[in-house]
């Protein structure tokens, strides 16, 4: 991934606010990237798919770094689509949330898996550096089932409910909209590209309306608003309907 850092187009708005401080056009317009970022969701991401851990709920994004997921498109479980759930949502149809491992202590968690430390009472005559395979308790999922909520608690990351039991394997897989952090340096070159007029046009929309500098002015702020909104209307629109058109057919009408 190239990333193209967004000082790249402080000429482009920097000659619109003569005067203006480099380090304020700059954060003008990181905070206009995440801006139409959030409007039109056009940088989209597929996260490689990866098996859930039986008795945790809690997950944290496999995202690029710098990014907050803004939007989750899909959340898809064994090739089945999962219900995507408000908090409120979430918490009234499982009032009783989930705990990792059932609530058991990291001690319980083990309780009936060989010791393999050394200076252990009983000599251990097994191959150096091998450790017993870890025996599950059986109260370790007991509060667990098959998910079939997901729920995001944070842009960093999600839950899903109940929590995933033993029974069989879960696999996810998570299909979302990016937008940057408020203190990354740039974003995806491609991406950039596409959005580069309505992050223009935004951030000097906001720096011209920045009320009592020499570059003020209020009447070519709302100029730039309103070609900023266009633009991500537009991108919005495109990222929807996306390259692809369908096939005309013309059908014709039998005659009696």
């Known amino acids: 991934m190239i990333l193209q850092e967004y000082d790249a187009i402080l000429g482009p708005v920097g000659e619109h606010v003569e005067g203006c401080p480099a380090p304020t056009v700059l954060s003008h317009i990181r905070r206009a990237a995440i801006r139409v970022c959030e409007e039109t969701l056009l940088w ?15 997950y944290p994004y496999q995202k690029p770094v710098g990014t907050d997921v803004h939007v ?11 219900e995507k759930l408000t908090l409120e949502q979430a918490l009234n149809r499982f009032p009783a949330w989930a705990e990792y491992f059932s609530g058991l202590s990291p001690q319980e968690v083990w309780s009936m898996t060989p010791s393999g430390s050394l200076n252990a009472f009983v000599f251990n005559d097994g191959l150096y550096n091998h450790n017993p ?13 098959e998910p079939r909520g997901f729920c995001q608690l944070t842009p960093d990351k999600y839950v899903v409910l109940p929590q995933p039991n033993a029974e069989k394997p879960y696999k996810i897989k998570l299909i979302y909209a990016l937008k940057p952090k408020r203190d990354s340096k ?18 000097v929309h906001t720096l011209l309306a920045l009320p009592g500098n020499p570059w003020t002015d209020t009447k070519l702020a709302m100029y730039h608003g309103q070609k900023a909104r266009y633009h991500m209307s537009e991108r919005r629109a495109r990222a929807n309907h996306g390259n692809a058109r369908g096939v005309v057919r013309v059908q014709y009408n039998r005659w009696a």
Do not use: C, W
Request: net charge negative.
């Open 133 to 145: 395979d870890f025996v599950p308790d059986p109260e370790l999922y007991k509060n667990g089932g």
């Open 44 to 58: 989209r991401y597929a996260q490689d798919s990866y098996l859930l851990t039986p008795g945790v709920h809690e």
């Open 186 to 203: 740039g974003m995806p070159q491609e991406i950039f590209s596409e959005l580069e007029d309505a992050i223009i046009h935004q951030a």
């Open 72 to 82: 989750v498109f899909s959340a898809i479980m064994n090739d089945f689509p999962m």
